[in-house]
């Protein structure tokens, strides 16, 4: 597997950003407050670090392309958990105020990644003859799945800013954006990618690398910001109201 001078800084600007951001998480001590995030961030620099390494043995002919390959894709589905995890991390510190509306939030996130999970391994199961291994079929949907899941996230962070006054300068709405901005040229790149075939493999490679650096550069400019404690911006009085009515809705349960 040959990778041009263009991948190896693509691939290096993007732990150089993610070993900032760790650092700076430390450093401003929100590992307390953003401890599933600090974990996925921890992650990404172990997994880049790691499959660099392999890749220089396979260089090396100490390793084949085959361990390379599944050590990308496992630790793929890890990282993809992961990532769904801080979704979840997000929704409950904007509204760790209201009971109900958090514990709402944990059913439909455990149901939606049950179901993710499950949709996942029949795909990868039962999809029809094709050189594409089953551990890639079910990694890729679990990813655009999560992808999804993350844009909407983003949408919706929006509208409550807009709403119930979340300061767009809240580190939770930079670690969404920051998600977001990914997530979204991932989904693009993988609708083309998937109507002009294999060809486009490379570019897509590189798009998607080059996006997630992006996205970790906005955390890193979140993070170094002189942002103020989040506590509390959602005040609004309706909010108050869909919580409690959601409160009553699910003693009834």
Known sequence: MSLSATDYLLWAASAVLLVLTGGLLLKRRFVCELPVFFAY?????????????????QLQHRMSYSDYFY?????EAVGIALGLAVIYEVYCKVFRNYDALRQFGG?????????????AVVTAATAPG??????????????????????????????????????WRSRLF??????????????AAVAVRSQIGTVAATAYSRVGTAAYGCGVLIWACYLLAPIKQYASVISHNDLEKWNQALLGMLEQR
């Open 174 to 187: 930079g670690i969404a954006f920051g998600f977001g901005v990914f997530a979204t040229v991932e989904l």
């Open 41 to 57: 961030v921890a992650f990404q620099v172990v997994q880049t670090a790691g499959l660099f390494a392999i890749h220089v043995l």
């Open 130 to 167: 094709t050189d594409t291994p089953g551990i890639v079929r079910a990694v890729l949907l679990l990813e655009r799945s999560v992808r999804v899941m993350q844009c909407g996230l983003l949408a919706f962070l929006f509208v409550v800013s807009f709403f119930f006054g979340l300061p």
């Open 71 to 75: 050590a990308y894709w496992t630790s």
């Open 107 to 119: 059913i439909v996130f455990g149901g939606a990644a049950v179901v993710l999970l499950v949709v």
